[in-house]
């Protein structure tokens, strides 16, 4: 397996750490699925922030939110309250927020009349997106089932957003012209990133294939019939 920098043992440890908020976030009446949404509406809040500039408010409300994030699966599993319909609205809200939240980059950037910030807000967007679908696709084909596609490649959710957040923040409390160049460099290195880690899953599925079965499942493409 193509490791990823956020080992089993890390991902296990901080979901542990994030069980006692989420069963006070349950005593407060909050149910898995609306702290999703919750997540969603900070994801929201900070492509809204993104549009005006904001960029420090923005990483402020990336890291939030990705902290946000652990408490719904962590619930659930605290709650035994975990389901099908759970995993698929969270997977769906994830990409949504991160949708929202790219697109807010490439709006406050063509704001400032800096195009080319926009264009790597668009690319590091698809390529993030391809890092997901590889996961989502491969799993719903029986490969690496569970969670095990999330430790393959060097640059899963976690690794892209704390990126992401140190590009914001920096290039919010810079003063310097090169403000710019510093959220450019930093949505480059996610783009990279983000297709190292699908060509990564790629090749970790390809190895799980076994010849004679390579293209007897869904021959015409992603569409069933």
């Known amino acids: 397996m193509i490791g990823s920098v956020v080992s089993p043992e890390l991902r296990a440890r901080v979901r542990g750490a994030a069980i006692p908020i989420a069963l006070a976030f349950g005593r407060m009446g909050l149910t898995p699925n609306a702290l999703t949404v919750i997540g969603f509406g900070i994801a929201v809040m900070a492509g809204i922030a993104a549009t005006q500039q904001a960029w420090v408010a923005a990483g402020l409300l990336v890291v939030f939110g990705g902290i946000f994030d652990l408490f719904d699966g962590a619930l659930a599993r605290a709650t035994n309250k975990v389901s099908r319909l759970g995993a698929f609205l969270d997977s769906v809200f994830d990409r949504a927020g991160e949708a929202v939240l790219y697109l807010g980059i490439a709006i406050g950037t063509l704001g400032a009349g800096h195009e080319r910030g926009a264009v790597l807000a668009a690319t590091a967007m698809g390529a993030s997106f391809m890092v997901s679908y590889t996961r989502a696709k491969s799993e719903s084909l029986g490969f690496t089932p569970g969670t095990g596609m999330a430790n393959v490649g060097v640059a899963p959710r976690e690794v892209r957003l704390v990126l992401l957040t140190l590009g914001l923040l920096v290039s919010g409390m810079s003063t310097s012209p090169s403000s710019n160049e ?35 499942a869904n021959p015409g493409g992603d569409e069933q019939p």
Do not use: C
Request: no cysteine; net charge negative.
């Open 182 to 216: 510093i959220l450019d460099v930093t949505l480059a290195l996610i783009t990279v990133l983000a297709i190292i880690t699908t060509i990564q899953r790629i090749v970790h599925v390809t190895r799980q294939t076994p010849p004679e079965t390579d293209h007897q």
